[in-house]
C-alpha cells in the first residue's frame, strides 16, 4: 500500500504509482483496500477527481451508501470541474460550434417526424 508521509503545502499532481496502484485495486475488486487508499489520497489530494469518484465506488460496493454519496458529490463539485475548463479556453470557437451543431441537430431530430407524417399523409399514394 502506499503510504502518504510529509507536511506542508498539498501537491497539485497525483503521483503514476499512485494512480496505477488505486486502478489495480479497483480491478482486482479489493474495495476494503481502495476505500482506505483512496481516504489517504483525497486528503493528500484534495482537487483529484479520479480519487473522488474511486472512492465513492469503493464505498458503494462495501455498501456505505451515504459516504458513497458524499464522495461522489464532491467529484462533481464545480469548483473541480472548473479548474479543467482552463484548458478548453483555447478550444471555444470549436466548442462553440460543437454545441450549436448538437443544437440544430436535436432540431432536425425533433422535426423529422412531422415531416414525415406530412410526406407519407400528402405524397405518398
Do not use: C
Request: positive net charge; glycine residues 6%.
Amino acid at each position: 500500500m502506499s503510504t502518504f508521509g510529509g507536511s506542508g503545502a498539498l501537491p497539485t499532481s497525483v503521483p503514476a504509482e499512485l494512480v496505477d496502484e488505486m486502478v489495480t485495486l479497483m480491478n482486482a475488486g479489493h474495495w476494503d483496500s481502495l476505500a482506505q487508499v483512496e481516504k489517504k489520497a483525497t486528503l493528500r489530494y484534495p482537487r483529484n477527481l479520479l480519487g473522488w469518484r474511486l472512492l465513492g465506488i469503493a464505498q458503494y460496493k462495501l455498501q456505505a451508501f451515504n459516504e458513497a454519496v458524499a464522495a461522489l458529490r464532491q467529484s462533481l463539485k464545480l469548483s473541480l470541474w472548473r479548474s479543467l475548463l482552463k484548458f478548453a479556453i483555447p478550444f471555444r470557437k470549436d466548442l462553440a460550434f460543437l454545441g450549436l451543431m448538437m443544437v440544430l441537430v436535436a432540431a432536425i431530430d425533433a422535426i423529422q417526424p412531422f415531416i414525415t407524417g406530412w410526406a407519407v399523409d400528402n405524397i405518398a399514394i
